[in-house]
C-alpha cells in the first residue's frame, strides 16, 4: 500500500511517501480501501515529535478516514464487503489501506461525499464527547473557540443542532461570517473584537454556560471570566501553551467547572462507547443536513507536507483531506 510516514521529528520535510505491506484484519478489525484521510492538528504534534501515538498503533500520522470495507476479521461485527464507511482511528490514516476496530467505525450517512466524509469522525466524536461532559443543554450559551478549525466548525452546528445558542471565535471579519453560517448566532473576530464583552453584551452580562477551548493557557482567565455562575470550561487544544495561573478565588465565587479531555489516549471500549453515542445522537443530525462536513481542500495524500504548511499557517478553514 501507499503512504505518508515519518521520516524523523520535524518540519513539513520530514513527511515521505512510502510503500509498505498491506495490512490484514484480526479479530474485531476490519481493513478499509481509504477514500480519504482527515488531517488534524494532533497530525502536526505528532510530526514535530511532541505527541507519539499509543501503543500498537501505526507510527505515521493519520486519526481519521473514510473509504470502503475491503476485509473483516473474526468477529468483525456487522459490516460487509463494499459498504461505505468513516472510521476513528489510532493512527496511520495517512496510507490507501487501514485496519481498524470494527467499533470504531460508523456508516457513511446518506447524502454525504465519501471523500469528504474524512473530515467528520474526529470532529464528530470530539465534539460530542466534549459537549456531553460538559453537560451542555438545550437554550443555554456555548462558546466555541476557533469555529473556522476542524473540530471548531463540527461543533458550531452541532451545538446548534442542540438547542444551544452558540458563539464562536475566529481570526478576521470574512472567516468570522463564515461562523455564521454554519449556525452561530454570534461570531467574535478575536483579532479585533474582545470576546468576553461581545458574550457579556448578547447574554445580558450573564456570561455563557460552556466554553469549548482549543487555545489553552493563554486564554485561561478570560475564558473564567466569561463564564456564568455554574459554567463550564472544557479545555480540549494547547495551541497557546499548557501552564497558566488559575484564580481560584474566581473559580469559586463562580462555582465553576474546568474540565480538559483528550480521544486519541482513551482505551478502545471507551472509544468505542463514544462512537456508538455519535451514531445515536449525532449521525441523526447529519443525515438531517443540520450537521455537515466542512472542507477546505483536498490534496493528493503525496502532498501531505504541504497540507500541513497550509494547517501551520492558519488559514484553514474546516479540514483539509488527503486523497490516495
Not at 239 to 248: H, I, P, T, V
Request: hydrophobic fraction near 45%; aromatic fraction near 4%.
Amino acid at each position: 500500500m501507499r503512504a505518508v510516514v515519518i521520516s524523523s521529528s520535524g518540519g513539513p520535510e520530514v513527511l515521505t511517501p512510502a510503500s509498505l505491506p498491506d495490512p490484514a484484519a484480526g479479530r474485531g478489525e476490519i481493513v478499509l480501501d481509504v477514500a480519504a484521510a482527515g488531517i488534524n492538528n494532533a497530525d502536526l504534534l505528532q510530526r514535530a515529535g511532541h505527541y507519539p501515538p499509543p501503543a500498537g498503533a501505526p507510527d505515521w500520522p493519520g486519526l481519521e478516514v473514510s473509504g470502503t470495507v475491503a476485509e473483516i476479521g473474526p468477529d468483525g461485527g456487522p459490516w460487509r464487503v463494499g459498504d461505505r464507511v468513516v472510521a476513528l482511528l489510532d493512527g496511520g490514516g495517512y496510507a490507501s489501506r487501514v485496519v481498524v476496530p470494527a467499533a470504531q467505525v460508523l456508516p457513511l450517512p446518506d447524502g454525504v461525499d465519501l471523500v469528504d466524509g474524512a473530515a467528520l469522525p474526529e470532529a464528530a466524536c470530539t465534539a460530542w464527547s466534549t459537549l456531553r461532559a460538559a453537560r451542555l443543554a438545550p437554550e443555554e450559551w456555548l462558546l466555541v473557540h476557533g469555529g473556522s478549525g476542524g473540530v471548531g466548525s463540527l461543533a458550531v452546528q452541532l451545538g446548534t443542532a442542540l438547542g444551544a445558542h452558540v458563539v464562536t471565535t475566529a481570526g478576521g471579519p470574512e472567516r468570522a461570517a463564515r461562523c455564521l453560517g454554519l449556525g452561530a448566532v454570534a461570531a467574535v473576530d478575536h483579532r479585533s473584537e474582545d470576546f468576553v464583552d461581545r458574550c457579556r453584551e448578547l447574554t445580558g452580562d450573564r456570561g455563557v454556560d460552556v466554553v469549548l477551548d482549543v487555545v489553552g493557557a493563554a486564554y485561561l482567565g478570560r475564558n473564567l471570566e466569561v463564564l456564568a455562575t455554574g459554567g463550564r470550561l472544557a479545555v480540549i487544544g494547547l495551541q497557546k501553551g499548557r501552564r497558566a495561573e488559575l484564580d481560584l478565588g474566581a473559580l469559586l465565587a463562580r462555582r465553576a467547572t474546568v474540565l480538559g479531555t483528550t480521544l486519541r489516549s482513551r482505551p478502545p471500549a471507551e472509544k468505542a462507547a463514544i462512537v456508538a453515542e455519535v451514531l445515536e445522537h449525532v449521525w441523526p443530525h447529519v443525515l438531517s443536513g443540520a450537521v455537515r462536513p466542512v472542507v477546505h481542500e483536498r490534496l493528493p495524500l503525496e502532498d501531505a507536507a504541504r497540507a500541513h504548511e497550509l494547517m501551520a499557517a492558519g488559514e484553514v478553514f474546516g479540514k483539509l483531506l488527503l486523497v490516495p
